[in-house]
Every structure is written in C-alpha cells, then in structure tokens.
C-alpha cells in the first residue's frame, strides 16, 4: 500500500479523518481474474505479482487495499507449515487436506519454524523482495487460529470436537493461536515497516455465544494483545450476531462482517468502540449487480451509519469476491475520490 492511502487508514481509526473512507481486501480469489492472469502465474512470478498489484493501485488509487500487496497462497499457507496436503489450479485458488485422522493426534503437532516449514518461508521471501523493489508492506496477515484448526482437522470433525472432546480442542487451539501469533511476528520481522496486522476467522463465527466465549474470546484476545502498537484488523463473514457486544474486548479496532448483518444492529452491539468495515453485499451486488446497484448498496451502507452512529469504513461485507468486474469497483473509487455522482 502506498504511504499515502495508509495514512489516510491510520488516520481514520484514530478518527483525525472525517471524509468517507472506502477499504477493500483484495488478494489471489479475485486479482487474478482481474488481471487476465493465471494462479499460477500469481503465485510464482514475483514481478507478475508485482504488476498485478500495482496495476490494483493505478487503476483504483482513491481506495485503500487491505492488507496491501498481500502475499499469500489462498488459505493454504499456514496449514502448509504443518504438512496438510495442498491441491493446486491454475485458474482457482488451491484446496487444503487435513492432516490430522484423529483429535489425539494433536498430541504429535508442534509449533512450525515460519523460517523453514511450508510455504511460510516463502511468504517471507516474497515480502524480502518486495523490500528490496521499495514496496512497502503496511499490514500483514494471518488466518486466525479456529479457521487454522479447521484446515488441519476438518470442519464437521472440529467444530463436533469443540463439543465432545473440549480439553483437547482447547489444547489444539492453544497450539494454533502460538501459530497465528509467531506467524505475524515473523512477517513484521521481515515486513519491519508495518504497521497493522489483519486476522481472518469465519469459523469464529459458527460457535454459540458461550462456545465463543470457551473456544474463541480467549484466543483471539492473545492474539491482539501481542500487538498493542499495531492496527488491528479482524475479519469475519459469518454470523458474529450471538458474541458481537463481546468482539471490541479482543482488542480489535477494525471489523469487517458479513453484509447479512444489518449495519445499524450490529452499531448497537457494539457501539463506538471499533470501525465496522462493510457491509455492500460481495457476491449480489459487487459481483452480479449493475454500477447503478452498487451505488444505491453504498449509500444506503452510509445512510444506515449516519443513522446509527456508527464509525463506518465502506467496504465490501467480506473480501472482494472472483468475478468482481471492474466497473463496480469504480463506483467505489468514485466514493472514495468524494464524489457520489
């Protein structure tokens, strides 16, 4: 991210900036396409990954991207460090397999080595060069330690566990937020320049309000407390409805939801402790919808803050989904650039 737009973020979750501020999380699901360019080619071309991030910036340069020339291999690169087998396509982000057969099988996991273990070490590689090409990488980031459980065990499988076998999955989690927490410490190692972190967790997002408060409250609020001086970024586009009033106690300072949840329920959840960052639907009306509807989708996101009172960044309520054509991405820079026309 340029310095300039990352500014303007920092400025607006301290609240010294007053103007709209529209933020887009953009990575290998969606830029590719874009592009008109392979998977394969993204993931292992750095100059091709160069200039289809920089083409983002040029193209849209009134929007700010989180986290911000974001290397990554879709979800597979933290479950990679612990041996998970990873299906790759040349035209779609890669599958993951889990590695585990059996919750006792966490007895054999240990903490991965972000320098050595799977595609970790070339994340950090790729940051190295971007570096060394005077890119600066604001923000980093990491899938969140219950979606890194899910990856390694199995959806069904975890989120019965959580239930039958607790002390296990608790241990599991332990291991998983450390992964999570190392993970981020060695990219800001490498990337020393960043300035905020971002956490991804939507199987947060499937728990009960008390499974949040046993198997997720605890963990994310380890992981945002090992970063005090940073931006904190949580995205989750799952039904965080049951927990939302508990979310600002993890430390969390921005939070990007699902456009299923209405703006002004959510504010009075929360009230004006964080930013919300949504809520235009990602797939109905930036994918599928005319320019014409993703105007009006904005403006009524900015009338339903204004109403509520809420700290409003607008975005998508999710990432920026495959498929996105890129004249409903203008409507935004339109926003963005202070025009609404």
């Given at each position: 991210?340029?310095?300039?737009?990352?500014?303007?973020f920092v400025e607006t979750v301290s609240g010294k900036r007053k103007e709209t501020a529209v933020a887009l999380i953009v990575d290998s699901p969606w830029i590719p396409g874009w592009s008109g360019i392979s998977h394969f080619d993204y993931y292992l071309s750095f100059e091709?990954?160069?200039?289809?991030?920089?083409?983002?910036?040029?193209?849209y340069p009134h929007i700010i991207f989180l986290p911000g020339f974001w290397a990554e291999y879709g979800m597979a690169?933290?479950?990679?460090?612990?041996?998970?087998?990873i299906?790759?396509?040349?035209?779609?982000?890669?599958?993951?397999?889990?590695?585990l057969q059996q919750i006792e099988d966490v007895d054999k996991l240990s903490l991965p080595d972000p320098k050595k273990d799977g595609l970790m070490p070339f994340v950090l590689w790729w940051y190295k060069k971007a570096k060394d090409s005077d890119i600066r990488v604001h923000m980093v980031a990491a899938r969140g330690p219950l979606t890194l459980a899910a990856h390694l065990r199995g959806l069904t499988d975890f989120l019965m566990e959580l239930k039958t076998e607790p002390d296990k999955t608790r241990k599991f989690l332990d291991l998983t937020t450390e992964t999570v927490i190392s993970w981020l410490k060695a990219q800001l190692e490498v990337a020393s320049q960043a300035e905020g972190i971002m956490v991804l967790d939507?199987?947060?997002g499937f728990l009960s309000r008390a499974d949040y408060e046993k198997f997720a409250h605890p963990y994310l609020k380890a992981i945002f407390d090992a970063f005090p001086d940073k931006i904190r970024v949580y995205h989750n586009d799952a039904n965080i409805l049951p927990f939302a009033d508990l979310l600002p106690q993890t430390g969390l300072q921005v939070l990007n939801f699902s456009h299923t949840i209405d703006i002004e329920t959510l504010a009075e959840k929360v009230g004006n402790e964080i930013y919300l960052m949504g809520n235009i639907p990602p797939l109905e009306v930036l994918v599928q919808g005319t320019p014409e509807e993703v105007k009006n989708s904005a403006l009524q996101c900015l009338s339903k803050a204004k109403r509520a009172g809420a700290k409003l960044i607008l975005s998508a309520g999710g990432g920026v989904s495959?498929?996105?054509?890129?004249?409903?991405?203008?409507?935004?820079?339109k926003i963005a650039g202070g025009s609404s026309n």
């Open positions: 991210m340029d310095d300039h737009r990352w500014q303007q091709t990954w160069l200039e289809a991030n920089l083409k983002v910036y040029q193209t690169t933290e479950p990679s460090a612990f041996g998970c087998k299906n790759w396509y040349e035209s779609s982000t890669p599958t993951i397999n889990p590695v939507d199987v947060v495959p498929g996105t054509p890129g004249e409903n991405l203008a409507i935004l820079e």
